[in-house]
């Protein structure tokens, strides 16, 4: 059981070039969710994913694309990437039953984006 | 809009000793579960406690505990016997299924 796994772990791109960060759950999540994390600001929303099939705008949502194609993978992508863009990227999965409150967020190891 | 504020962006115990990390939330929801998560060097975000907004009771997890005041909103994190390895940094956050984050409290525990 890896819980929830994120690839590629490190990435330095130039503005404007385009990657996607993948992330993977094992655990039968329903719910899935992209973060970055800056200095002083904790950790914001970007997208995320009630269900297979289904993305929704989080806080940060401009300049993110995301794809929930498969229940257990969710990819955020970057399409031109820009130096405001750097960052550590967190993907996080939380189990959904009819009880919402019972809700626990588990997190990836995290992607350190640079963006020159 | 809903906010998380941890007003004390660093802090340092002694080891074996006490320490409390405060936070405050602002929402207009009645029902959401508060967490406070740790990140230490490695970067991985872990689960330290959590709290259900219905209960009156403080969550406890071993040496970690909460005092949780809903009317005042605010959730703060108290660590007894303050280990080394809880040398982090300290996110306080809220929520259902969306969580929102605090900007953090670095804790260092000195030997």
């Known amino acids: 059981n890896a819980g929830v796994t994120q690839t590629p772990k490190f990435r330095v791109l130039k503005t404007g070039q385009s990657m996607t960060l993948l992330c993977a759950q094992d655990?039968?999540?329903?719910?899935m969710y992209w973060y970055r994390q800056d200095p002083g600001m904790g950790l914001r929303l970007i997208h995320y994913s009630v269900g297979e099939g289904t993305t929704a705008k989080g806080e940060v949502p401009d300049g993110y694309n995301v794809s929930r194609l498969k229940k257990q993978n969710f990819l955020l992508g970057l399409e031109s990437a820009a130096p405001s863009q750097t960052s550590v990227y967190f993907c996080?999965?939380?189990?959904?039953?009819?009880?919402?409150?019972?809700?626990?967020?588990?997190f990836g190891p995290g992607t350190r984006l640079t963006v020159l | 809009a809903q906010t998380v504020t941890q007003s004390q962006p660093e802090m340092s115990v002694q080891e074996a000793e006490t320490v409390t990390l405060s936070c405050t939330y602002d929402t207009s929801e009645n029902n959401y579960y508060l967490f406070w998560y740790k990140q230490p060097p490695s970067r991985q975000m872990i689960l330290v406690i959590r709290q259900e907004a219905y209960k009156q009771q403080n969550a406890t997890e071993n040496r970690f505990s909460v005092n949780f005041q809903k009317a005042a909103k605010s959730f703060s994190l108290k660590i007894s016997d303050s280990q080394l390895g809880d040398t982090a940094m300290y996110f306080c956050a809220f929520g259902r299924y969306k969580l929102v984050f605090g900007a953090g409290t670095i804790l260092r525990v000195k030997s």
């Open positions: 655990m039968n999540h329903e719910y």
């Open positions: 996080a999965s939380s189990y959904s039953s009819v009880d919402l409150l019972t809700d626990t967020q588990y």
